[in-house]
């Protein structure tokens, strides 16, 4: 089972960084045929928190904005946390020290079953608790 990070999305719509777009939107594609990826609530939300701040900023239109929203929310089936997930981040962040917000992530990817985990910001060619993690954008 695999998963994205929240910067994976991002770059997918991120007009501004071409090259990461292109592997992001890769990624992305090769994702949905695999049929084996998962989107955590808290990527999701942290997805739609950064859209609203360029929508803000001028650099979404209200529309682009609800597109992306609706693009992402539908592409990966969705796993909403359960409290086992607070219990795993927890534990991770205490014996790996990820910030606390990736060790939610990473509590989710292990609540899911999750092995394999696409990011750029918390770490690249490193295995925790079985999960490993692969940055696609270098």
């Known amino acids: 089972m695999n998963a994205v990070d929240t910067n994976i999305l991002l770059y997918s719509a991120d007009d501004n960084e071409p090259a990461k777009q292109a592997k992001a939107q890769a990624l992305i594609d090769q994702l949905v045929a695999s049929g084996s990826t998962v989107l955590f609530w808290q990527v999701l939300a942290e997805t739609v928190n950064q859209l609203r701040q360029w929508k803000n900023r001028g650099e979404l239109t209200d529309m682009e904005f609800d597109e992306h929203v609706q693009f992402f929310r539908n592409l990966f089936p969705l796993s909403v946390p359960s409290l086992v997930v607070l219990d795993h981040a927890l534990d991770l962040a205490k014996r790996y020290s990820p910030s606390y917000w990736d060790s939610l992530i990473l ?30 954008l270098i």
């Open 107 to 136: 509590g989710a990817c292990k609540d899911a079953g999750v092995t394999t985990l696409y990011t750029e910001d918390i770490g690249s060619s490193a295995v925790i608790d079985g999960i490993q993690l692969v940055n696609p």
